[in-house]
């Protein structure tokens, strides 16, 4: 676990692909439970420590996740996320780019909750709720595609399902029609950058979490950083 913020109300990690941020049927601990105790250890806290989930990432996928530390900024920040007032950028790598180099792409998703995974539709139909994101090609390889990822609702599998519908599934993502998984077993989707005002404070907070150990994805932030100097 990696801490990238932290102040009185609010701590921001950068998740790797093998962790959850909530417990599930797995056992496994959560990542809620990993703050807890980093924050217990950091401060010599006796008591039970707070830790409120604001929002979640697929287990597979990695980086950036907001936790509160008080119930005053937890109630605010799900309202936040609710809202739309937090700005999250996503990294996602692809072996079939799309047809255009940016765009907005709109769909109307339907999620099967026995095999969780989310379908996508052109058009809308019952039970379908509506999702939308941008994104743009951010830099190439011999095979890959980079692509950043501007989500506009907060839809279950979102990115995933819907890049696999034009043709573009994320590297490693056998559920959505990856050729092969990753090695590591997690999907090549990084949250990228968070960006909100402080529930509290009202400050900017901006944070980037650095990309995964991986020769592929140091290759691609090289190359995006390169362009940006």
């Known amino acids: 676990m990696e801490v990238l913020y932290e102040d009185n109300h609010v701590?921001?990690?950068n998740k790797t692909c093998s962790e959850i941020v909530q417990g599930d049927k797995t056992g496994d601990t959560p990542l809620s439970e990993m703050v807890k105790a980093w924050l217990k250890e950091k401060?010599?806290?006796?008591?039970?420590?707070?830790v409120g989930v604001?929002?979640?990432?697929d287990r597979p996928v990695s980086g950036l996740v907001v936790f509160a530390k008080t119930s005053k900024a937890l109630t605010r920040l799900n309202d936040m996320f609710r809202n739309g007032e937090v700005k999250?950028?996503?990294w996602a790598i692809v072996k079939h780019a799309p047809e255009q180099e940016s765009g907005e792409l709109v769909h109307y998703?339907?999620?099967n909750e026995k095999i969780n995974k989310s379908v996508a539709y052109d058009r809308e139909r019952p039970g379908a709720k509506r999702a939308v994101l941008d994104y743009r090609v951010l830099a190439r390889s011999d095979r890959y595609t980079l692509l950043e990822v501007n989500l506009k609702t907060g839809r279950?599998?979102?990115?995933?399902?819907?890049?696999?519908k034009i043709g573009s599934p994320i590297k490693g993502d056998l559920k959505y029609g990856a050729?092969?998984?990753?090695?590591?077993?997690?999907?090549s989707l990084h949250a990228r950058h968070v960006e909100f005002i402080h529930p509290v404070s009202k400050q900017l907070i901006s944070v980037t979490a650095p990309?995964?150990?991986d020769n592929l994805w140091k290759a691609f932030e090289q190359m995006v950083e390169g362009e940006n100097q």
């Open 211 to 213: 990309v995964p150990d």
């Open 54 to 57: 604001t929002h979640r990432l």
């Open 156 to 164: 279950h599998h979102q990115i995933r399902c819907q890049l696999a």
């Open 88 to 90: 999250k950028q996503y």
């Open 179 to 187: 050729e092969r998984s990753n090695p590591d077993g997690g999907i």
């Open 109 to 111: 998703l339907v999620r």
């Open 43 to 50: 401060y010599d806290k006796p008591g039970n420590v707070f």
């Open 11 to 13: 701590i921001i990690v």
